[in-house]
């Protein structure tokens, strides 16, 4: 389960700069922070766009039964059979940059860790997301942890690398062999 996200808009990097600067273009009355986010939060998303990635605001999880319970994740391993998902999987996959994702350990005293990639700030995260009457929602997906996490939970993001992208947007076959593979090798620090 990813149900926090550590999203650092100050930090120095090219890819966050692009981030901030169309924020400020296209969302210049909206108020996105640095630091923790909670779901329901309205986060920085990217879609596909024609030429390359479009930046929207959504919010953090889908509807469920009932206005006040949030989907937040899907599994990847049903992503294509579940009703709920299944379309915006073949329609409307998007990626959530972040600067890392906060998980919390399971057995013993309850420690809150932030999980990074060995070589680079920014943490691309797939995602799925769809029209509500009160907005575009979007939900992160899942998938089994690898080595660098299963310490501490049995699930974990799908990470997209960089270059990943546009093939994780644009292209349905390529999205489906993103699913398979197994997550980026992870660092954790204490939160």
Known sequence: MCGRIELDLE??????????????????????TSGEKYPSDLL?????????????????????????????????????????????????????????????SQDGPKTKYLFRLMDDVMVYLAGLYRQYDDGLRFVILTQAANLSMAEIHDRMPVIIKQTEINPWLNDNDHAKKILKLTGPRLVRTVY
């Open 11 to 32: 930090i120095s990097n090219p890819a966050m700069q692009r981030i901030r600067d169309l924020l400020n273009q296209q969302y210049p009355d909206e108020r996105i």
């Open 44 to 104: 920085p998303i990217f879609t596909a766009g024609k030429e390359k990635p479009k930046l929207a605001i959504m919010r953090w999880g889908f509807h469920g039964s009932g206005k006040s319970k949030l989907v937040i994740n899907a599994r990847s391993e049903t992503v294509t059979d579940k009703l709920i998902f299944k379309e915006s999987f073949i329609l409307r996959r998007c990626i959530l940059p972040t600067t890392g994702f906060i998980e919390w």
